[in-house]
């Protein structure tokens, strides 16, 4: 054998996905009424409309909420889960966290979610990025996925606007 890599050009092509060339998950919702309303709607009123029975750390019962810089859940039996750090709070307008709810810290992803006026009320984008953050990132990014456009349409309904789905 002349070379251990002699057939190294014959190779098939291979495609690894890797945390960073997964796309950030990026929603954009329109709900009825001005921008402080609905930034008030999502961060100070979470625990109505968020579905914890099957989007949260203790399921239902418990009680989501913002509280000083970190997101929070809170169990009926007073355990707490932090979801996410709030590292720029920009109110009415947005707001960026670290996120990592049902995990520690150090496997978290970022969200930033952004309010803007709109002819029929006020636009909410959610971008969800930094996948690398996260354990396992293309599985987790395959949740959220499929996750955000459920969360945004409880809130749109909670807010009094029409369900998309």
Request: hydrophobic letters at 40%.
């Amino acid at each position: 054998m002349d070379n251990l890599f002699s057939h190294a050009d014959d190779a098939l092509p291979v495609s690894v996905e890797t945390a960073e060339s997964l796309e950030a998950v990026t929603c954009t919702v329109t709900v009825p009424g001005p921008v402080a309303q609905t930034f008030t709607g999502f961060t100070d009123h979470t625990h109505l409309w968020w579905p914890l029975d099957s989007h949260g750390v203790y399921g239902a019962g418990s009680y989501v909420e913002f509280e000083e810089n970190l997101i929070v859940e809170t169990a009926d039996n007073g355990r707490t889960a932090v979801w996410g750090s709030i590292d720029d709070w920009q109110p009415p307008l947005s707001f960026h966290a670290s996120w990592h709810p049902g995990t520690t810290a150090i496997w978290s992803t970022e969200l930033r979610v952004a309010f803007r006026a709109v002819e029929s009320g006020t636009e909410l984008r959610l971008v969800h990025d930094g996948w690398e953050g996260a354990e396992d990132p293309a599985a987790t990014r395959a949740a959220y996925a499929a996750g955000w456009p459920k969360v945004l349409d409880r809130f749109v309904r909670f807010m009094g606007g029409n369900a998309q789905a």
